[in-house]
Every structure is written in C-alpha cells, then in structure tokens.
C-alpha cells in the first residue's frame, strides 16, 4: 500500500502547520534506480518485464535500460480521513522513451481507524512486493524475480478497493478487495486490456513473519499477434479451433498468488509462488522463488533461486497441411512457425543468483549481483529479440549493478 513508500519520503509541512490538525499536510519523495546489465547471450535480450524494453545482450554489451527507472511521490492528508497520493515513474518504454507515466493516482477515504476506501489508479497486491515493486531500495535484490514478477508485469489497475486491518490474537490482519481495469499500450498497433478485473489480497503478520495470499481474476485481451490470428482464421474449422485456444481476445484470466517474509533483523528469508491461466498464448504457468541472506553490518550477501514451469503444451502441430496445395501449404507451415513461437516464449526457466547488497549511505543502496538464467526445453524464457541462432537449454549469464535511492 501507499504506506510502504511513503515512510521512505521526506516530509515537508507545505500548506501550514503541521501539528494544526485542520490544515492539509503534504509529504513530497522519491526513488530512483540507476542500473547496468550485462549478458552473455548475443542471439536475445534480458529485460526484467515484457513491458520494459531491456536491450542486454544481442542490442548492447551493457545496457542501462533493464532496470534503471526514477520515480517522484506527493501525498496530502487533508484531515483525519480524508488523503490522496500521486506518484509518477519514469522508465524504459518499448518505444526506446522515458516518458514519465502516472503509476498512483487515489484518493482515500478512512471510513474507521481499521476501514479504508481507495478511488482512482491502485497498486495492485498481488505480490509480497506488490505495492512498491519499482522502489529497488525497499527490495534486497537489483530487481525482483523475472520469473514471477515478469509475469504479471501490470502494477497497477483503475478502479477502486476497501482495506479492514483486523486482529486474531497478537496476529495482525489486512484484508483488501479491489475491483478495476487496466489499459496498457505495447505499440501503435498492440495494446493490452484488463476489463472486469477484480481481487482479493490478505498479508498477515506476527512478529517477524509475513504472509500474503492473494488472487485475481480479469476478462484479458492483448492483440499482439493478431496477423496470425487472422491468418489461421483462413483455413476453416481447423485454424478457428486454433484460434479459439491460443488467440487472447476476451477472455477469463486468472492469477493465484502466495509468500512469505520472515526477517528478524539479522537475516531473511523469503519465498512466492503464484500461478497465471491466460487459456492463450500467454499460457498457464507456475512461478516462484526462494531467497536467503544476512546481514553484517552494511554488507547483505543473499542467493536467490527462481523458477517458471509451464502446465501445457508449448509445442504443437498445429495446421495439418496434408491436404493443402503447394502455396497454402508454405502459408500454413508459416503460420504453425509462429504459433509455436509464442509457445516458446511461455517460459520454462530456472535462475541461481548470488548477490551483495552494500547499504553504503542512509538512503543509499549498492548492488552488485550474478545470475545464471537457463531456458529449458525450446523455451526462449523471459529473453526477448529472439534471434534464429538462439539455443534453448544453453545457461546464461547475467550481471548487474545497481544504486538505488530514496529521497
């Protein structure tokens, strides 16, 4: 929730005193990632999410677009009950830009010390990380796990959702519905859409332990591929079955998701595992992660293991051609060329990283971090630019580095 980044922001009283109740107080911070990737794979790309255009590997030796971003927060609490918060991000684009993008946009309403009502753009809770997944200085890691967080690379949704903190015991509760859409644009001609979404997120904490349980669902509908789409429609009943399966235009998604964080101060462990069904091209999948690390003084050396397993099939046959003429024939071979590839592109993939975190300034956060990233059987995995010469099966290797900040 907004309160995860707002105790990172510096104040600053700006309409009045702060101790005078009746007057709005205002709270003005930021974060940023300045990053560097670099992979040893010159047949594709790294990149952290399919919605950021990460360019490590076969565009540039070292690429500074995966993971650096920068976003600015402001947020008024206008008196016991009423707040609202606006944070803007700006990072890699698949238009190569940086063009800054409203990520929050709410206004709350606390109905009870215990019951809030959020309006406007959300951050959605799916993940442990959900609600501040782009602050790289609240997370140990250079970036979350690409198997599970690239996933799922929307981050936040219109609409509205009601929170209620409750308490069984000494264990503490927060419950949190949400219902929206989300509109995203991949490129002139492609866009995704998330219609009649809605969810439901519990974490719970005692003492140094942290769970959450969440899942949502949504009518999705993304038209990346819609040349070969249209073009499997011109083969009749066959190519509309194939359609029907893989083509995502309308239809029912969902995501399950649950982790937990336990951190008593010296060390921390933490793990997710979350499962996505588009029934499309985009696949049904299961992801997660398991981490470790401790701290010494400012140092944190942790390990990180991620994995992405499909529950179908990622390779088909596709149009049967046997009865085709010669020219239908080669269209057709085509066509069952690119189906298959976005079938490789559900990823089956497993990471071991190693990394170090050196928190060398208040506010200020070093990272260095290796990580071996393997794509398994066909799948080109979260890689993207996938060139002909790529091979499956192949480890590969990823370096970064990164400062992270908060202000």
Same mark, same amino acid.
């Given at each position: 929730?907004?309160?995860?980044?707002?105790?990172?922001?510096?104040?600053?009283?700006?309409?009045?005193?702060?101790?005078?109740?009746?007057?709005?107080?205002?709270?003005?911070?930021?974060?940023?990632?300045?990053?560097?990737?670099?992979?040893?794979?010159?047949?594709?790309?790294?990149?952290?999410?399919?919605?950021?255009?990460?360019?490590?590997? !076969? /565009?540039? &030796? @070292?690429?500074? =677009?995966?993971?650096?971003? #920068?976003?600015?927060?402001?947020?008024?609490?206008? %008196?016991?009950?009423?707040?609202?918060?606006?944070?803007?991000?700006?990072?890699?684009?698949?238009?190569?830009?940086?063009?800054?993008?409203?990520?929050?946009?709410?206004?709350?309403?606390?109905?009870?010390?215990?019951?809030?009502?959020?309006?406007?753009?959300?951050?959605?809770?799916?993940?442990?990380?959900?609600?501040?997944?782009?602050?790289?200085?609240?997370?140990?890691?250079?970036?979350?796990?690409?198997?599970?967080?690239?996933?799922?690379?929307?981050?936040?949704?219109?609409?509205?959702? !009601? /929170?209620? &903190? @409750?308490?069984? =015991?000494?264990?503490?509760? #927060?419950?949190?519905?949400?219902?929206?859409?989300? %509109?995203?644009?991949?490129?002139?001609?492609?866009?995704?859409?998330?219609?009649?979404?809605?969810?439901?997120?519990?974490?719970?904490?005692?003492?140094?332990?942290?769970?959450?349980?969440?899942?949502?669902?949504?009518?999705?509908?993304?038209?990346?591929?819609?040349?070969?789409?249209?073009?499997?429609?011109?083969?009749?009943?066959?190519?509309?079955?194939?359609?029907?399966?893989?083509?995502?235009?309308?239809?029912?998604?969902?995501?399950?998701?649950?982790?937990f964080s336990y951190?008593?101060?010296?060390?921390?462990?933490?793990?997710?595992?979350?499962?996505?069904?588009?029934?499309?091209?985009?696949?049904?999948?299961?992801?997660?992660?398991?981490?470790?690390?401790?701290?010494?003084?400012?140092?944190?050396?942790?390990?990180?293991?991620?994995?992405?397993?499909?529950?179908?099939?990622?390779?088909?046959?596709?149009?049967?051609?046997?009865?085709?003429?010669?020219?239908?024939?080669?269209?057709?071979?085509?066509?069952?060329?690119?189906?298959?590839?976005?079938?490789?592109?559900?990823?089956r993939q497993y990471?071991?990283g190693v990394g170090?975190?050196?928190?060398?300034?208040?506010?200020?956060?070093?990272?260095?971090?290796?990580?071996?990233?393997?794509?398994?059987?066909?799948?080109?995995?979260?890689?993207?630019?996938?060139?002909?010469?790529?091979?499956?099966?192949?480890?590969?290797?990823?370096?970064?580095?990164?400062?992270?900040?908060?202000?």
């Amino acid at each position: 929730m907004a309160a995860s980044l707002l105790m990172l922001s510096c104040s600053a009283a700006l309409a009045g005193d702060a101790a005078d109740d009746d007057m709005p107080r205002w709270t003005l911070g930021g974060f940023g990632t300045l990053g560097v990737a670099h992979s040893n794979e010159d047949q594709a790309d790294f990149t952290s999410n399919a919605l950021v255009r990460g360019d490590a590997g !076969a /565009s540039r &030796r @070292w690429s500074v =677009g995966v993971d650096s971003r #920068v976003g600015s927060q402001a947020s008024v609490e206008i %008196d016991r009950q009423w707040s609202a918060v606006l944070q803007v991000v700006s990072e890699r684009t698949l238009d190569n830009g940086y063009r800054p993008a409203v990520e929050w946009a709410y206004v709350q309403y606390k109905v009870t010390p215990d019951l809030s009502l959020r309006l406007g753009r959300i951050a959605l809770p799916l993940f442990l990380a959900g609600d501040y997944r782009k602050a790289g200085y609240t997370v140990p890691w250079v970036r979350t796990p690409v198997e599970l967080y690239g996933a799922i690379p929307l981050a936040s949704s219109d609409g509205v959702d !009601a /929170s209620y &903190r @409750w308490q069984s =015991g000494e264990i503490n509760h #927060v419950t949190q519905a949400f219902l929206g859409h989300a %509109d995203l644009t991949l490129s002139p001609v492609a866009h995704v859409r998330a219609r009649r979404l809605a969810g439901l997120s519990n974490t719970t904490t005692a003492g140094a332990l942290t769970l959450r349980a969440s899942m949502l669902t949504s009518m999705l509908t993304v038209d990346l591929a819609q040349p070969l789409f249209d073009g499997l429609r011109a083969y009749g009943d066959e190519g509309e079955a194939l359609v029907r399966r893989y083509e995502l235009a309308d239809k029912r998604a969902y995501v399950a998701s649950l982790g937990f964080s336990y951190d008593p101060g010296t060390w921390f462990a933490m793990g997710e595992i979350g499962r996505l069904n588009s029934r499309s091209y985009l696949g049904d999948k299961s992801a997660g992660y398991l981490s470790v690390g401790y701290r010494h003084r400012n140092l944190t050396p942790y390990l990180v293991y991620s994995a992405s397993h499909p529950n179908m099939q990622t390779q088909v046959d596709g149009l049967d051609l046997s009865q085709q003429t010669a020219a239908r024939s080669a269209a057709g071979a085509q066509l069952n060329a690119g189906l298959n590839q976005l079938l490789a592109a559900v990823a089956r993939q497993y990471t071991v990283g190693v990394g170090v975190r050196w928190d060398l300034h208040p506010n200020y956060a070093l990272k260095l971090q290796y990580d071996r990233v393997t794509p398994q059987q066909g799948s080109t995995g979260t890689f993207i630019n996938v060139q002909p010469g790529f091979r499956s099966g192949q480890p590969i290797a990823v370096l970064s580095a990164a400062l992270d900040f908060v202000f």
